[in-house]
């Protein structure tokens, strides 16, 4: 299988979540977890003053761009061109230019993989979050967001749950 790069893709202003939203539903809705992993509004913590008074709020780094993290064939360039408030790619002409690494480093966006010490199949316990304290079996693995589902028992049914692979360590 190709390499997933991180593609730009230019959209209308201020539509920016929007198109997230819909690559990310059409990306369940067509079943292309494993081709598009990714798709990203980056934003930054900026300092405001209103008013007298410092307020700590998110803006856009990029206003109009959207970072998408896909293997580039016909049918992600497909879904990403006939998503609403998309205008194209970035790139010269039709055809898109990954990002480089060097690229990728101001944006905080990492591309190496995490070594753990689970695997699907074990048995590990929450350690933070909501789900603190709870045991689970690993019913799959996600890499690239570094999360792990594991089924965990809601009203009285077992509910796959995404946690934080800082978030899980094994039993003993």
């Not at 008074?53 to 580039?72: C, D, E, H, R, T």
């Not at 061109?81 to 480093?105: H, I, Y």
Request: negative net charge.
């Amino acid at each position: 299988m190709a390499e997933a790069h991180w593609y730009v893709v230019h959209t209308y202003s201020g539509y920016e979540n929007k198109v997230k939203a819909n690559i990310d539903k059409t990306i369940e809705n067509r079943h292309l977890e494993d081709q598009m992993l990714e798709v990203r509004v980056p934003m930054q913590d900026v300092v405001e003053m209103k008013n007298g008074a410092a307020k700590q709020v998110s803006k856009k780094m990029f206003p109009g761009y959207v970072l998408i993290n896909m293997v580039m064939n016909d049918d992600t360039w497909y879904v990403v061109r006939n998503t609403r408030g998309v205008t194209g790619f970035v790139g010269p002409g039709s055809k898109p230019v990954p990002l480089t690494d060097a690229e990728m480093l101001p944006l905080g966006i990492k591309t190496d993989d995490v070594e753990v010490d689970f695997a699907e199949g074990d048995a590990v316990v929450v350690t933070g979050g909501v789900w603190k304290d709870t045991i689970g079996v690993i019913q799959s693995m996600n890499h690239s967001k570094q999360i792990v589902t594991i089924n965990v028992e809601l009203f009285g049914r077992e509910t796959p749950v995404e946690i934080s692979f800082a978030d899980v360590k094994l039993c003993n």
